[in-house]
């Protein structure tokens, strides 16, 4: 799939949303994707996570990890292209966590796969932890990327790259014009 076209998918779907939004991070944007209305769609789904399959197939990972909960659909479809498990992690007291019995081991060449990204704060936990349970990362794969050039120190692959404005709340120009922020993620923080 080419950017045009996940775009088009975007916008159909209503995932490109205008308005004043909270970021899981804690920045304001006056744009959030809500990728979730396209990827509960099965065979859209299917095509978007065989897509960025295909950007890593050649790194050869053995395992794909997805941090719950936005990162379990389009992780699913990417490990079933590659013919690999998909583990996920969650949140628990603060920090990213495999539980379940879900395993990484310093065996594995792990790609990370989640919905979108705009500081990289959360794909840089998942990325530690996998690295700290003596796994190699092999890239970071996402739907929308719309961070503008953050590093995590490895490759990053995604569908889409979304130019959005985004702001520390003291410099929020949306809440200096009265407006108040919803957080539709989901990760919801108090800030």
Same mark, same amino acid.
């Given at each position: #799939?080419?950017?045009?076209?996940?775009?088009?998918?975007?916008?159909?779907?209503?995932?490109?949303?205008?308005?004043?939004?909270?970021?899981? %991070?804690?920045?304001?944007?006056?744009?959030?994707?809500?990728?979730?209305?396209?990827?509960?769609?099965? %065979?859209?789904?299917?095509?978007?996570?065989? %897509?960025?399959?295909?950007?890593?197939? $050649? $790194?050869?990972?053995?395992?794909?990890?997805?941090?719950?909960? !936005? %990162?379990?659909?389009?992780?699913?479809?990417?490990?079933?292209?590659?013919?690999?498990? *998909?583990?996920?992690?969650?949140?628990?007291?603060? !920090? #990213?966590?495999?539980?379940?019995?879900?395993?990484?081991?310093?065996?594995?060449?792990?790609?990370?796969?989640?919905?979108? #990204?705009?500081?990289?704060?959360?794909?840089?936990?998942?990325?530690? *932890? !996998?690295?700290?349970?003596?796994?190699?990362?092999?890239?970071?794969? #996402?739907?929308?990327?719309?961070?503008?050039?953050?590093?995590?120190?490895?490759?990053?692959? $995604?569908?889409?790259?979304?130019?959005?404005?985004?702001?520390?709340?003291?410099?929020?120009?949306?809440?200096?014009?009265?407006?108040?922020?919803?957080?539709?993620?989901?990760?919801?923080?108090?800030?």
């Amino acid at each position: #799939m080419n950017s045009t076209e996940v775009h088009a998918l975007l916008e159909e779907y209503g995932a490109i949303q205008h308005g004043h939004f909270l970021l899981s %991070g804690g920045l304001h944007s006056d744009t959030f994707v809500q990728t979730a209305l396209v990827t509960c769609h099965p %065979g859209i789904a299917e095509r978007l996570g065989h %897509g960025l399959g295909e950007r890593f197939a $050649s $790194s050869d990972p053995t395992i794909v990890l997805a941090p719950a909960v !936005a %990162g379990l659909i389009i992780g699913h479809e990417v490990a079933r292209y590659l013919n690999v498990p *998909m583990v996920f992690c969650e949140r628990v007291e603060g !920090a #990213m966590t495999l539980r379940r019995g879900f395993e990484i081991s310093a065996d594995d060449r792990v790609l990370v796969v989640d919905n979108a #990204m705009t500081d990289g704060g959360s794909k840089r936990e998942v990325v530690e *932890m !996998a690295q700290s349970l003596g796994a190699v990362v092999v890239g970071v794969a #996402m739907i929308v990327d719309r961070s503008s050039g953050v590093s995590l120190g490895v490759p990053l692959g $995604s569908l889409i790259a979304l130019d959005t404005k985004e702001w520390k709340p003291e410099d929020c120009p949306l809440c200096a014009d009265g407006s108040a922020p919803v957080s539709p993620g989901s990760r919801h923080l108090a800030r």
